[in-house]
Structure formats: C-alpha cells, structure tokens
C-alpha cells in the first residue's frame, strides 16, 4: 500500500475533486459550506493577534498587565476545551447540522460582544464565546464534510477543512491590515467575524443532516435521499447498503462493553497508542506554534519594529507560510511517511528556535544607550527612574523600557538609521546594497535616544519630530534575522508537526476505541494549548525571550526523541498491522528504509 499504489489514489481523489465543479457541485456545496467553521476557526485564533496591539493602546490596564493581554488570548482556547467536550455530545444527540448552527450562533454573538466592549471583562468573555464556537467547529465541521461525501474524495475534501483553518488566519492577518487606519481599528478586526459566521448559519438551514447520523437514528429513508443527491446513479445502492452495514456493525460494537479509562490503559495496544498520539499533541503546542501564531506582531516589535502596522505585515509572512505549508502537507504525508516527515520537522524547528534565542539576546544585549542630551530636549517628560538614577549615563533603552515607576518609553533619535528597518528600504537594501548581510548591518548606526515617560501624549511629541517610538522592544541591528528565524520555523513545522499529530492520531487507535481515544488526544492539545498561551508573556517578562525561545528549542529536542522511541510509521498500514506493531512495540526505528510490509507482497500478486 506504499509508494506508487497508494499515490496513485491520491492522484486520482483530488482530479476527481476538482471535477465536481461541473460534475456534482451540490457535494462540493455540502463541503465548502461547512469548511466555513474551519475558516471561522483559523480567524477567530489568528485575528487577536494584530487586535491585540490596538487592545492595548485603547486599555491602558491591559497594556500594564501582562495577565490580562494573556487573557484576552487565552480564554478563547479555554472556551474550545468546553466547546469540544460539549460538541461531541452534541453531534451525538442533536446532529452535526444542528451543532454547527449552534457554534456560528457562538461565533456571532461573541464577535457582537467583543465588538461593542467598553472594558477588557467583557471583551474576555465575548472571547470565551468565540471559544465555545471554536472547540465545536474544530471537530464538527470536518466531521460533517466526511460524512456527507462520496468514499472516494473523502480525504480530499475534509483535508480542506485544514486548509480552511490556515487559510481563515492568513485572512485573519490581512483583515488586520486593512483596518489599521480605521476609527476603532481592533473592534472592526474582532467583530468582522460575524459575517461569515451569518453566512454559514443561512447556507446550512438549507443543507441537510449527516446522512450517517440519520442513519444511527434510524431516519433511513431521509438518508436515502440525501445519499441519491451525493453519489451517482451507479454507486448509490451498493453505498446505501455499506452505509447501513457500517452503522450496525459501530452500534453493535459500542453495545459489546463500556469503554472506560481503566479498560483503556489495561490494554497495551490502546495504551501504546495514547502514548503516541497524546504525546505528538502535547510536543505540539510546547514547541510553542501558537506564541507565534497568537502573538506575532507582538514578537516583530520585541525584534525591533516599532509601528504597528509594519509589525502586521510582516506577520502577514508567518500566515501565509504556514497556510502554504499545509498544501505541501498533503503532498508529502503519503510519499515520505509520517515519521521522517515529524523529525524533519522538529529537527528545523529546533534549528530555528535556536536562532530566535540568538537573535533576541543579541537584541536586548546590544540596544542604543539613553542621551541626557536627547532627554533633556523633552524636560517636561522625562522618565522619573532616569532622572533620580545614580549612573545615568549606564542607561541604555532596555533599562528605560524596564523602568515600572511609571512605565517609560524610549524615543529614538531623529537621525538614527534604524529607520532602514522600513520594510520598503529594507527590500531596496536587498535588491540594490548587498551581496553580503554585512552591507545590510552597515546601513543600521543605533544612536542614543531619550527615555521618557510613557502616555500618549509623549507618543505623539516624539513620532511629531520623525522619530520612532519604542515600548516593546529596542531598535536593534538584528531584528530582521528575527523574521528570517519566524519564517524558517513555520516552513520547518507545518507541514510535520502542523498537521502530522492530527492524522497519526486518526490511524493509530483500534477502530472501536478511535473516537473516545481522538477525544483525549484532541483534549490534551486544547489544555497544552492553554498554557502555553497563558504563559508567554510572563515567561518572556520574567526570563526574556530568549531564554523563552531556548526552552521551547529544547522541548523541540525531547520531542525528537520522543517521536524516534514511541511513535511507528503508519504510512499505508490498515488498522490490523498497526495493532500488531504496537503489540510488539515494534517501531521501525530505522524509519529513512523502506520496510516490507504484507500488504506490499498481496498488492504486488495482484
């Protein structure tokens, strides 16, 4: 089932995916109009990112509280650990449709509540209702897609859920963009999600239920229906009647003995298996993808990029990278393995992580020093901390940025060449000034600046006289290797372990224990994706990001190993042989050979 065989499926599931254009374009209605909860998913987690900039510029206790920054990000995955485990009760007794209904209604009102915020409480919980909306859309939009499709292009239609989900934060990052200029800038970017959120409510009240799930009710003859509309006139009997084979062998199944967690960890292939797969989602979220997913633009100014906008479109990057890596997820997943392709994987994205601890201890070590001279030209505004120092003159703009009695800023000088930091003289500089980095570093001369205090008003007196005003980070020569290290990390991770842990933990489990076993895996990645989230920021504030970076970096590492000792290759294995490898704990350690399996032999008499 390897190699050419196995491609050739493939090959022909997304020809004929595209050929439904013309051919069946109600299935791909069925598909597209329910991938809009993975859209709606990828906005919701990737649109706060940007938000969160202007968030804080318009609340000023959410810019002084790191906690509250952490929280408005975090509680929309708090709210997907409760909507997940809420969602699957409720595709299970209400259906799938209905419970789609039910999270754009969650998508709706939380972009409704977070637009109209007038404090940060109640943007926490319009974020908290966008949550609930994501745990239920994560499992019950992909769900209804490969239900509701013919067997053939199943895999090709519910891997665009995926797409969807990476293609809705790239969205996500251009949305942010565009409304950088307009009034109420982070309420447009948090309440747009209405729309299509409005949209799939209205396209699904005239789609019908999950032909499967009607069939579990006993609705035969509307799953009939549904089914004529979906296969072709020549397949429909013989589909109807494995449909309803499937659905009394499962029922059956599941009435043999209760699944508990005791019964799970008693038997060793089951057990195995969690390992593997809670594992892979567990070193997912701690290699730290969703720092940068969720706080990107907050990542480029601590690099050295002071203006927001800029900050945005060079986030805009990172979206587009990683919504580019999971089409050449689908590509690579089949032909080069699950294995090879994880430890490709998170061996660059240690390598990168390795490179940001560099770059951003280079850049907080080595930061313009703070002039009296500059200072004192804004006498009335000078940072308290500064002027009672007792060795002013060691200050630098770390230092000023880490004074807390009251919060100061640092205002570059009006001559200073870290202006090149500019995206547009930073690509002329690429195209006309280098053969080599060290013409590039050349251009950039840090010259001291002032420390002042910091209020808007002190904002606006500095970029009023061309100068560039800094709060999260420092000017520095080396914030763009900063971005080189982010796209690098998101071209090593997703196509692996973006995407890798979510099909190794669909093909790793016994079919009878794949759904409660799914559910756990999908649990631990939520909560792992919670702290995380929660715990950014402080870490960074607390030991710098460098040193956060370093620890994600290691993590990286133990992932490594960790995917080398308990996770097997199950590249075009049926369900039968990968029980019988963990059975055996055979792993396949060697996993850059080509192993010969019994199904290659059968295929090859064939």
Sequence with gaps: MEGVVHTGTDASAFKECFSLTWKNPYVLRLAFSAGIGGLLFGYDTGVISGALLYIRDDFKSVDRQTVLQESIVSMAVAGAIIGAAVGGWMNDRFGRRMAILIADFLFFIGAV???????????????????????????????????????????????????????????????????????????????????????????????????????RKGREEEAKVILRKIYPADDVEKEIQDLKESVEAEIREEGCAKINIMKLLKTKTVRRGLIAGVGLQVFQQFVGINTVMYYSPTIVQLAGFASNKTALLLSLVTAGLNALGSIVSIYFIDRTGRKKLLLISL??????????????????????????????????????????????????????????????????????????????????????????????????????????????????????????????????????????????????????????????????????????????????????????????????????????????????????????????????????????????????????????????????AV
């Design 113 to 215: 509540v977070m637009a109209s915020a007038p404090n940060p409480a109640l943007l926490i919980v319009g974020r908290v209702f966008v949550g609930l909306g994501v745990g239920m859309a994560s499992m019950t939009s992909p769900l209804y897609i490969s239900e509701a499709s013919p067997a053939k292009i199943r895999g090709a239609l519910v891997s665009t859920n995926g797409f969807l989900i990476t293609g809705g934060q790239f969205l996500s990052y251009l949305i942010n963009l565009a409304f950088t200029n307009a009034p109420g800038t982070w309420r447009w970017m948090l309440g747009i999600a209405g729309l299509p959120a409005l949209l799939q409510f209205i396209l699904m009240l005239l789609l019908p239920e999950s032909p499967r799930w009607l069939f």
């Design 347 to 604: 061996f660059g994205v240690a390598i990168s992580l390795g490179l940001l601890a560099g770059v951003f201890h280079e850049t907080t070590s080595h930061t313009p020093m703070v002039s009296r001279i500059q200072t004192s030209h804004f006498s009335n505004y000078t940072c308290p901390d500064y002027s009672s120092a007792t060795n002013p003159g060691a200050w630098d703009c770390m230092k000023c940025l880490k004074a807390l009695s009251p919060d100061c800023g640092f205002c570059a000088s009006p001559t200073d060449k870290v202006k090149s930091h500019d995206i547009s003289i930073f690509l002329q500089s690429l195209v006309f000034v280098f053969p080599s980095l060290i013409g590039f570093l050349l251009l950039l001369q840090l010259l001291p600046g002032a420390c002042l205090l910091s209020n808007d008003t002190v904002k606006d007196l500095c970029h009023d006289e061309s100068r560039l005003w800094y709060t999260r980070g420092c000017p520095s020569k080396y914030g763009w290797l900063a971005l080189v290290g982010l796209a690098l990390y998101i071209i090593f991770f997703s196509p692996g372990m973006g995407t890798a842990p979510w099909i190794v933990n669909s093909e790793i489990y016994p079919l009878r224990f794949r759904g409660v076993c799914g559910g756990i895996a999908a649990t631990a990645n939520w909560i792992s994706n919670l702290i995380v989230a929660q715990s950014f920021l402080s870490l960074t504030e607390a030991i710098g990001t460098s040193w956060t970076f370093l620890i994600f970096g290691v993590i990286s590492v133990v992932g490594l190993l960790f995917v080398i000792v308990y996770v097997p290759e199950t590249k075009g294995l049926p369900i039968e042989e990968i029980e019988k490898m963990l059975e055996t704990r055979s792993l396949h350690f060697r996993f850059w050979e080509k192993s010969q399996k019994p199904q290659e032999k059968k295929s090859q």
